[in-house]
């Protein structure tokens, strides 16, 4: 085992836009790795960004992480809750506003198998509310690095993670299901063929 082989390369850093520019970043998850990888595109040439997750409230009772969400203000959302959805639609739309950038997970939970699957509607909702940019980022091989059964990171010699930054996808002026599909194929484009979606047809339900 190597732990060199559990840092991530990262492609497409001329896409990402200044941090002053608050954006919404959406991603496809597979592992809890995920959320390390994601922040490691956070900072930037010394150029740090302000940043808050939307996450499931589930997380807050995992120990350190369930603090450190808490404490950073991050946005929890409660899935099956009505008043909850409103409340972190709200909550994320504020946060976009006053220039901090969100980070999306927008299938809704990891996908085991690590194939891609289909988006919720929240994301785009929130970005088109906002006027802000999406940043599509897919996340490869995480899956195998850190499986849904492991307990820590697996590190195989052999293992090969990648962080893919896309273009900015622009949402004034466009149909939430445009915004979706370019964000879905932009994703998917950047997926090995063992995590590439099956159809994306229908992106999100």
Known sequence: MSVGRCYPSIEGWDNLPPASEAVMFVANHTSWFDIVAICLIMVH???????????????????????????????????????????????????????????????????????????????????MQSNVRIVPVSLVGMH???????????????QFMKVVIHKPIQTEGRSEEDISKETYEAINAGLPVEQKSRSIANPSP
């Open 144 to 158: 195998r690095t850190f499986p849904s059964w492991a307990v820590m990171p697996i590190c195989p010699g052999e």
């Open 45 to 127: 040439n010394s150029e740090s960004r302000a940043f808050k997750y939307v996450s499931k409230d589930e997380l807050l009772k995992i120990p350190v992480m369930g603090t450190s969400l808490k404490l950073g203000g991050h946005v929890m959302l409660a899935r099956e809750d009505r008043a909850s959805q409103i409340a972190t639609f709200k909550a994320g739309v504020k946060w976009l506003k006053d220039r901090v950038s969100l980070i999306t997970f927008a299938e809704g939970t990891r996908s085991k198998n690590g194939v891609l699957g289909r988006f919720k509607r929240g994301a785009f909702k929130m970005a």
